[in-house]
Structure formats: structure tokens, C-alpha cells
């Protein structure tokens, strides 16, 4: 996703990760999800997940299994555009919490 979001920056220590994300209001995406009341859509936040994951621990990571997902509120691009996400990882599992100021946004608990 090339125009979805961009990352401010990253700190990685260990097995944990903290990246700071800015989302790009004016991506297409928005036009079609949905007309007139925009929200990210949640394919959208899985695929920035596992990118930042692959970003920070240098390799290609492709999800596994499933095994917790949770979204918690929708993203209205046009009122919040700053996000966190903090992943961590214990051998092939990863769990990754997205939240926007004190809300929580998604939660995911996955294999790689």
C-alpha cells in the first residue's frame, strides 16, 4: 500500500516494536470505504500491520494463524490520522496492538 499510510518513526528493542504512523486522508481507498462517511478499512490495517512488521524485523512476514483479531473503532481518516502500533514477537507469534491516542483500535494475536 504505497499512499494508505507513512511511517513517522520506529523503536525496536529486543522482541518489541513501537512505530508511529500517520495515515494519508486523501487515499483512494477512502472513496469507495465509504462515499460521504470514510473509515480505513480493516483489510487495510492488517496489511500495514504485517508490512511494519516486516519493516522492523527485517524479513518477510506472512501471518500464519490467526488467532485473536479484534477491531475495537473505526478510523475516521478526516479526524484521526495519528496512530501507534506496538508488535511484539516470541518466536513465531507475534501479538500487535494499533491504537489512536488513548483508544484502542485493533487487536491481533497471530503466527508467522
Known amino acids: 500500500m504505497t499512499d494508505f499510510y507513512r511511517i513517522l518513526s520506529q523503536q525496536v528493542t529486543d522482541n518489541t516494536a513501537v512505530v508511529h504512523i500517520e495515515l494519508n486522508p486523501d487515499c ?7 462515499p460521504g462517511l470514510p473509515i480505513a478499512p480493516g483489510m487495510c490495517h492488517l496489511e500495514m500491520i504485517r508490512e511494519c512488521a516486516s519493516l522492523v524485523w527485517q524479513q518477510a512476514v506472512r501471518f500464519g ?7 475495537m473503532q473505526p478510523i475516521d481518516p478526516r479526524m484521526c490520522t495519528l496512530l501507534t502500533l ?16 488513548e483508544q484502542d483500535i485493533v487487536k491481533l494475536k497471530a503466527t508467522i
Open 28 to 34: 483512494k481507498v477512502y472513496e469507495g470505504h465509504f
Open 86 to 101: 506496538t508488535l511484539t514477537r516470541e518466536g513465531q507469534n507475534m501479538t500487535a496492538l494499533l491504537v489512536s491516542g
Open 65 to 71: 494463524t490467526i488467532k485473536r483479531l479484534k477491531f
